[in-house]
């Protein structure tokens, strides 16, 4: 079945006001910087397209600044709102935050993807206004055991098309 | 949630490290100054180093430097070496 795409870029992401990622550059290339011990946040908005169906998936594309063993987890929250909803958009309405962690790489900056299915999307829809919360499950003593920080390089989401 | 434990190991070895580079570097600054004080061979008299301090404080910085540099060098080093940049040392309160 074919997949739609939407890229979210890294330098389109607002940072959270209290605990934010930290926005570097290697090589003039933009990457978030995920702090090892508090959760920190990034967030994206976006008119989900109309050919959007089903089936959103989150794809993190990653490496870690120093770590080389152990684990990093990542939570992606969705809040999607359709034209005439009783929503505010002045306040937070995010559905429940899906999860995903793998083991590092072995290799300090080597890329690794993690990969989320958003089944917890708060029943987005094509045309609906979305955003999107990304952050690292720092504060997680089981899945994100990996020290330092993990520099996020690219996220995107993909779904099946209608 | 708990953070993970070996963040909190990260927290204490960075600490340890970054003040570890510290006491060596004193001690290099120790054995330094008392190499040009030697040199200088100055008149004690009515000082803290009279009445044979300054011998007591040239074995104190030897023997700071031997436990630092030779008796528990390895775990000093190991500590330097395993220093994690941007880990910020907040898995353990201090």
């Known amino acids: 079945m074919a997949t739609g795409t939407i890229i979210l870029p890294i330098l389109a992401a607002s940072l959270d006001a209290s605990n934010p990622p930290g926005l570097d550059y290697s090589q003039n290339r933009p990457k978030l910087l995920f702090d090892d011990t508090t959760p920190e946040i990034a967030y994206w ?19 870690m600044a ?18 005439g909803d009783s929503q505010d958009l002045d306040s ?6 899906n999860s995903g962690s793998a083991t590092v790489p072995g290799t300090a900056g080597y890329l690794d993807e993690i990969s ?3 089944s917890s ?24 055991d990996a020290t330092g920080d993990a520099e996020v390089w690219a996220v995107s989401l993909e779904y099946t098309l209608e | 949630m708990a953070l ?22 004193a001690i290099v600054k120790m054995k330094a100054v008392r190499t040009v004080y030697l040199a200088a061979a100055p008149a004690v008299t009515d000082t803290v180093l009279d009445g044979g301090n300054a011998a007591t404080l040239s074995s104190a910085i030897n023997a700071l430097d031997t436990l630092v540099n ?7 080093t190991a500590l330097i070496n395993s220093y994690v940049p941007s880990h910020r040392n907040q898995a353990l309160e201090v």
């Open chain 1, 45 to 63: 908005v976006f008119r989900m397209p109309s050919n959007y169906s089903s089936a959103l998936t989150a794809k993190i594309q990653y490496s």
């Open chain 1, 66 to 83: 120093s770590a080389t063993a152990n684990e990093v987890e990542f939570e992606v929250s969705v809040m999607a709102v359709s034209d």
């Open chain 1, 92 to 97: 937070d309405s995010y559905d429940t935050a």
């Open chain 1, 116 to 118: 989320i299915s958003l």
């Open chain 1, 121 to 144: 999307n708060d029943s987005v829809a094509a045309g609906d206004w979305c955003a999107v919360k990304l952050a690292r499950d720092a504060d997680d003593g089981t899945n994100d």
């Open chain 2, 4 to 25: 993970a434990d070996s963040k909190k190991v990260q927290t204490m070895v960075n600490i340890c490290a970054e003040q570890a580079q510290i006491v060596r570097a």
């Open chain 2, 70 to 76: 030779t008796t528990d060098a390895a775990i000093w």
